[in-house]
């Protein structure tokens, strides 16, 4: 499921399903596969133990799974 | 000379510790993207002198924006140089991956641990010797102290680095890659541009020109995995790395606070922003600012200005010294410097806003409603900005990846009203609309903000930007230190002053000598003779007549363009002031420069909407280019005098009804423009939400 979907809790990054300029800057930010990431509310994320604001056209690019 | 750079993520501290390793004052906040291009200065290490680069932020050596490319050039270009990574200890993951990086091009790097205090609060601990074994580069912790700073720089220069690549290297097969990229790249790149082929790309190429057919040998070379296989690579060393060195029992995540609930809360996160800014021009424009103004105009006019010419009559002074002394000095630069309290407060909370860590929240927030009008979320730090000073809020719209949305961002900064516009607005307004001068200084403010909006809905129709990504990092929630605070003050104190004594004091003496002599160069005694200046203003006056505005008042705008402070101490030479009183001399019709409410209010919108100073000008040249500034600046002349006619006559309407009345009513016509803009900002959807044709902006080149 994409991570836009995800309304609360945790997820694990599966894939960045985007261009691979734009995917090197996502694995950057630190949202390579298996991360954790725990939803916090609308467009804001834990991502490895950091808040990180991440825009919808973004959270449409990457899949995860609980 | 020896060259240090300083590189690392953003918001990881360089400029802090640039500035207390060099005695600097480079700009610092508490958010991403500050720093946006190379600072550089020399300073001593054990007894040898070096010159201390600070770079912009980057989390990875391909670049998304210009000051990015910034730090991927001057770390291509500089293989030798010795490289200081300053990493946030408390993100130590995220930094790792830069400073693999860079080990993976081979350059000489050490790492400097930043926050560690604040990290052994949260409960994350770094071993220095277990990280730098496990890394195989020098590890060095950051004091917050300034004599510790040079002393861990002085260890750093004498430690034994060498540039040791990470043990996984060797699974990239980078030697074969670079031995076919030998004939198209320079030696400096040709590490940097192998990493690029084995990550599966060559889009992101540093000055390499590979012909087409060079692409299928690549092949030969059986590169399994691509992009995947070497960030997990890197990642797994990078995990090991951390496993052996940090211990952490951090309860809450980085970056998160408890006000996060309410700042970042979809209903509340606006209104709260709004009430923010509300407290913060009510401080500075109300009671508390006026006051601190006034106790400033009493000290400087009436005492020390009372001395200067009790001295001057002792003296026995010529009649044209005195008079320099009494128009030129104390009225122009006076004048000027009574609203120094209210400039530094404004400047004081919008530092506070930056240090607090609200301000990338604020991007955050703002990002939807930017979004529709073409902007940027980040486009809020040089917008907010503005409001201090548009030369230092232009530089910041580099951190905008977006060209289209930079580029709209620079051109609308100047119309939010900068602090050196706040003297004429005060003064003016004061003398003509009394104690109804807050809700015309209130109105100005929103008539910017309007003005900004409208051009902003109107170059998005005409030219409309796609949606690029934005990712924000949320920088900790920081209580500004009092020690900072005042070093914010003192720093915006000293270039007040500068630009005082250098800009202001000098041009007030043009001014002085173009009103005070004719063309013969001869010194006016009788009203019968013109000034230079009373020559020059009248040739202009009759293209300000349709505003109401007489000679003296062009005159004042014709400098403003220098400065505009120069746009108060120019009125107060003119109308000869003396003593305390610039405000009661505007109104008295003897005066050069006499306002009537509605020329008054033709006159602050003018000077409200035309071009900024030339230091702004010039800033924005840099960041839009020639062309776009010179089309810039005559339609932003057009609409001012648009505007500015609109005002005279709008105001010449409602006088009648009573300068309370008139307030009132220009303050509700403009907060109904804002109101339908914001609708009409509400109706327009994002592009990529609307029309579905478009991609997102993933890197447009």
Same mark, same amino acid.
């Given at each position: ?66 | ?34 720093? &946006?291009?190379?600072? $550089? ?152 541009? +192998? ?78 922003? *709004? ?5 913060? *021009? ?13 106790? +400033? ?18 003296? =026995?002074?010529? @009649? ?35 240090? =607090? ?66 003297? &004429? ?26 003005? @900004? ?25 920081? &209580?500004? %230190? ?36 004719? *063309? ?16 020059? %203003? ?30 108060? =101490? $120019? ?8 003593? &305390?009183?610039?405000?009661? %001399? ?24 035309? $071009? ?47 300068? %309370? ?36 902006? *993933?890197?447009?080149?």
């Amino acid at each position: 499921m994409k991570l836009s979907s995800v309304k609360s809790g945790e997820v694990r990054v599966r894939s960045v399903d985007a261009p691979l300029y734009f995917r090197r800057r996502m694995y950057a930010y630190g949202l390579v596969l298996n991360t954790k990431i725990l939803v916090r509310g609308r467009g804001v994320y834990i991502v490895a133990g950091v808040m990180l604001g991440i825009d919808r056209e973004i959270a449409d690019k990457i899949v995860v799974a609980r | 000379m020896k060259k240090i750079f300083l590189v690392g993520n953003p918001n990881a501290g360089k400029s802090t510790v640039f500035n207390m390793l060099t005695n600097s004052q480079v700009h610092t906040g508490n958010w991403h993207g500050v720093t &946006v291009t190379a600072t $550089s200065k020399e300073c001593t290490l054990n007894r040898e002198r070096y010159t201390i680069y600070d770079l912009p932020g980057t989390y990875d050596l391909v670049p998304f924006s210009n000051e990015e490319r910034v730090t991927t050039r001057m770390i291509l270009d500089n293989p030798d140089a010795l490289f200081v990574n300053v990493v946030d200890v408390n993100n130590l993951d995220r930094a790792l991956n830069l400073v693999c990086e860079m080990l993976e091009l081979g350059v000489k790097c050490v790492v400097a641990l930043n926050f560690v205090e604040a990290g052994k609060r949260r409960g994350v601990a770094v071993g220095l010797e277990a990280l730098s074994r496990a890394l195989g580069v020098p590890v060095f912790a950051l004091p917050h102290n300034k004599k510790q700073i040079q002393s861990v720089f002085s260890r750093i220069v004498s430690a034994k680095i060498t540039a040791k690549p990470p043990k996984y290297l060797e699974l990239f097969d980078l030697d074969k890659i670079a031995f076919l990229l030998t004939p198209y790249c320079g030696k400096n790149y040709l590490k940097y541009n +192998a990493l690029r082929v084995r990550e599966g790309a060559t889009d992101g190429m540093w000055e390499c020109k590979l012909p087409l057919n060079v692409l299928p040998r690549f092949r030969t070379l059986e590169l399994t995995g691509g992009l995947e296989y070497v960030v997990s690579t890197r990642k797994n060393f990078i995990k090991e790395v951390v496993r052996e060195s940090k211990k952490s029992t951090a309860k809450t995540p980085y970056g998160w606070s408890k006000l996060d609930k309410i700042i970042l809360n979809k209903y509340l996160a606006l209104p709260v922003f *709004f009430a923010v800014m509300l407290v913060i *021009f009510y401080l500075t424009f109300g009671f508390f600012g006026g006051f601190l103004s006034e106790i +400033a105009e009493y000290v400087v006019v009436e005492i020390l200005g009372g001395w200067l010419l009790s001295l001057l009559d002792i003296l =026995s002074a010529p @009649a044209v010294v005195v008079n320099f002394f009494e128009n030129a000095v104390i009225s122009g630069v006076g004048s000027v410097f009574s609203f120094l309290p209210q400039i530094l407060l404004l400047l004081l909370f919008l530092e506070i806003l930056e240090q =607090s860590g609200y301000i990338s929240r604020l991007a955050w927030i703002l990002e939807p409603v930017f979004n529709r009008i073409g902007l940027s979320g980040r486009s809020v730090f040089g917008l907010l900005l503005g409001f201090g000073c548009s030369t230092t809020a232009i530089p910041t719209t580099a951190t905008i990846k977006n060209d289209r949305a930079r580029i709209k961002t620079a051109i609308l900064i100047p119309f939010m009203s900068c602090s050196a516009k706040l003297p &004429v607005f005060s003064v003016i307004g004061g003398a003509v609309f009394g104690v109804n001068n807050a809700l015309i200084i209130f109105s100005l403010y929103l008539l910017g903000v309007a003005v @900004a909006l409208l051009i902003a809905l109107i170059l998005n129709k005409m030219y409309p930007t796609n949606k690029t990504e934005e990712i924000v990092e949320f920088t900790p929630m920081r &209580v500004p %230190s009092a020690r900072k605070i005042f070093s914010i003050v003192w720093q915006n104190t000293r270039q007040f002053l500068h630009r005082l004594v250098f800009v202001v004091l000098g041009c007030t003496i043009i001014i002085w000598v173009l009103d005070n002599f004719t *063309f013969t160069l001869k010194f006016i005694t009788n009203e019968a003779e013109v000034s230079m200046l009373e020559s020059i %203003s009248k040739f202009l006056a009759p293209l300000f007549s349709p505003m109401g505005l007489g000679f003296g008042a062009v005159c004042a705008l014709i400098f403003g363009l220098i400065a505009k402070e120069l746009v108060l =101490s $120019s009125i107060a030479i003119l109308n000869s002031v003396t003593g &305390v009183g610039v405000a009661a %001399s505007i109104i008295d019709s003897a005066s050069v420069v006499c306002f009537t409410p509605a020329s008054a209010l033709a006159f602050l919108t003018f000077c409200l909407l035309y $071009s900024p100073c030339i230091s702004a000008i010039s800033q924005l040249k840099s960041a839009v280019g020639g062309k776009i500034t010179a089309i810039y600046l005559g339609l932003q002349f057009l609409l001012a005098y648009a505007l500015g006619v609109l005002a005279y006559y709008l105001g010449g309407l409602i006088e009648s009804v009573g300068v %309370s009345a008139m307030c009132w009513v220009l303050m509700c016509v403009v907060f109904v423009v804002i109101c339908v803009e914001i609708a009409l900002i509400s109706l327009t959807r994002g592009r990529c939400q609307s029309c579905k044709r478009c991609q997102i902006d *993933f890197k447009s080149k």
